[in-house]
């Protein structure tokens, strides 16, 4: 495999056992320098790079004070350097009964070290790169409900064993109202005896995790907080490239490049750096390929920082103060969901600016299911979440959500009324500046005619994506006039979209597809006429027409003819 990091060493190549005590990590010296520190300014730069007002932080000179040896985990282990952790076949029964437990494989976790070694996976150059002398210090904040005892003490190790510990103010770990005997008494007992001050807080009743996150952050003492979901592993260097860019300016949110640590085998898995974060119709987040634009902007370095139109929201840095300015989270959200895209259209709209620091890598076990329960209901309190962010981002765009997500507009938002007030005291920014500025390649279109479902005058039939994916074929049934799979955008650009696919025909006679768009005309040009009713597809000059008896579901692409199988309606009635 393509060896990422500087240094390839492989499970083997490390020689350094764990120490037993690690408190030893923290030197006398480093304790006095700690307490002799004065506050120290360190000048920021505005977007010229002009050097303007100077922030206040609390910075170590970092060369000192690095702990000299990378702990690196129990050699002969299995899992270590990052490795596959394999469960022999006669404890596949069991295996699988414990993986419904965290809907990830936690015998294989179980029986990697909490202080696993992993391979630095960053690029040649971020070895080389100079860093501020003078960063601030962090405090990383955890919240969890009825983590893994393996997998949070080895995010808690990694932490540890990973960052240079002037660096780490201290680690808060958050209960939210988990019931786990491992998560309490046990808990506590354990992290006093790490070599880091760890505090456990607990939620009184299940919060969810951004009311938990606030309940951490309140107790944080160091000059950045940064969050981590309860099942990562931090490599080598992951911090100092993300305090480094909040040195330069306390407005930066910064998150890591995310990799994967497997939920079946525990393998850490390196991430592309070419991808960054976007969010479509439904205001699911979801990663895309980084545009040639935002390379170009970054000269064509790999290593240099990366603006993204959003966060995955698990991880990332921020400094304390900006994090409270700026309107900390949304109380009003629970349990999970929404407020990574809400405080990245934040972070952006009201003068922020947000990154991925591409030498950072920290590992996340991605899961396909959630483990824990959502009371309430999952999608009613996904699309609650969802639906104060459209209402306080998004202006028009709020649109799209609730045409994309049946049902959105029968579950209360609440009230916005102080987030909106929020929005309005900082003087943010409006949505279609983000889309302008920030995310010109994000599926919601600019500029439209219509946004509806698509009827044809003689089955009165819609148009239908049948929830199909890119390049397959455009489907057509009853109209439920339930959005959804039936909305479409008719576009200034003469696109006809659907989330990211746009209608796209390469033929005369069709078929007519669902192609990514492109937004460069071509295949994916349509003019419909509001007189004669027709869709045309301007390359071809064909008729966009209702399906045959053969396929009573395939919408077809014909010569014109002014027939009414010809004749389509967007004009939408929806029963929300
Ligand atoms: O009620 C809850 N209380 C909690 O404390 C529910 C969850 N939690 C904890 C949970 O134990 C975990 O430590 O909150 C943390 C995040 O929950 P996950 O791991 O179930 O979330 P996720 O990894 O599936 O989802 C991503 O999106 C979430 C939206 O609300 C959060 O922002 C997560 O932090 C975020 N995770 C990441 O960004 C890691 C990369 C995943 C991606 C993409
Ligand atoms: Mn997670």
């Known amino acids: 495999s393509e060896c990422l990091g500087g240094s390839c060493k492989k499970p083997g190549e490390y020689d350094v056992e764990v120490p037993d005590a690690l408190v030893a990590v923290t030197t006398h010296e480093e304790v006095n320098r700690e307490k002799s520190v004065v506050d120290y300014h360190i000048s920021k730069r505005d977007d010229n790079g002009s050097i303007k007002t100077p922030a206040t932080y609390k910075p170590f000179e970092l060369k ?9 985990g129990a050699p002969g282990k299995p899992g270590e350097g990052g490795k596959a952790v394999h469960i022999s076949s006669d404890k596949e029964a069991l295996m699988k009964e414990k993986f419904k437990i965290n809907q990830f ?26 860093f501020p002398k003078l960063l601030p210090t962090t405090s990383i904040v955890i919240v969890f409900h009825n983590e893994a005892w393996s997998t949070l003490l080895r995010t808690v190790w990694s932490v540890i064993n990973r960052s240079p510990r002037p660096l ?5 770990l958050v209960d939210d109202a988990s019931e786990r005997d491992h998560l309490g008494y046990t808990l506590e007992q354990y992290v006093k005896k790490l070599p880091v001050p760890v505090y456990v807080y607990r939620t009184e009743k299940r919060s969810g995790l951004i009311r938990a996150r606030l309940l951490g952050a309140k107790h944080v003492t160091g000059q950045v907080i940064t969050f981590l979901d309860a099942h990562c592993e931090c490599t ?13 300016d306390r407005k930066t949110v910064v998150c890591p490049i995310i990799d994967v640590i497997s939920d079946e085998t525990f393998e850490y898995i390196t991430a592309s750096d070419m991808t960054w974060g976007g969010f479509n119709w439904k205001l699911n987040f979801r990663w895309y390929r980084v545009p040639q634009r935002e390379m170009d902007r970054r000269g064509g370095d790999r290593t ?15 400094d304390k103060e900006y994090f409270y300015e700026l309107g900390s989270y949304d109380e009003g959200m629970d349990i999970w969901g929404g407020e990574n895209l809400e405080m990245s259209f934040r972070v952006w709209q009201c003068g922020g600016v947000l990154e991925i620091a591409p030498c950072s890598h920290v590992g996340h076990v991605f899961r396909d299911k959630s483990p824990y329960t959502f009371p309430g ?17 998004m202006d028009e765009w709020k649109d799209f959500y609730y045409a994309m997500n049946p049902g959105a507009r029968s579950v209360p938002v609440g009230d916005v009324s102080s987030r909106r007030e929020l929005r309005e005291r900082l003087q943010c920014k409006s949505f279609r500046w983000y889309l302008e500025n920030i995310y010109p390649e994000s599926q919601m279109p600019l500029d439209y005619f219509y946004l509806g479902d698509i009827r044809n005058v003689e ?3 819609c148009l239908d994506t049948m929830g199909r994916k890119s390049s397959e074929n455009l489907g057509m049934t009853y109209c439920h006039n339930l959005g959804g799979n039936q909305v479409f955008a008719y576009t200034k650009r003469q696109q006809i979209m659907s989330d990211d696919n746009c209608l796209d025909a390469s033929n005369k006679y069709g078929p007519v597809k669902l192609v990514r768009c492109h937004g460069m005309g071509g295949n994916q040009a349509w003019v419909y006429d509001e007189e004669d009713k027709t869709i045309k597809h301007v390359n071809t000059g064909s008729c966009l027409q209702k399906p045959d008896q053969s396929d009573m579901n395939l919408p077809l692409l014909r010569s014109c003819n002014f027939s009414k199988s010809q004749q389509w309606i967007m004009k939408s009635e929806f029963k929300w």
């Open 64 to 72: 000192r004070w690095r702990p000299a040896p990378t702990v690196t």
């Open 236 to 248: 080598e260097g992951w911090l100092e490239p993300l305090l480094s860019r909040i040195a330069e």
């Open 377 to 393: 209901g999952v999608s009613k309190i996904v699309l609650h979440n969802a639906a104060r962010v459209a209402e306080v981002w």
């Open 304 to 318: 240099a920082p990366l603006r993204t139109p959003t966060m995955a929201g698990g991880l990332f840095s921020i």
């Open 459 to 461: 089955t009165q039939s």
């Open 105 to 130: 494989n936690l015998m294989a976790s179980d029986s990697i070290s909490l202080n696993r070694s992993l391979l630095d996976v960053r690029l040649d150059g971020c070895l080389k790169k100079k």
């Open 168 to 172: 780490l103010k201290e680690i808060i």
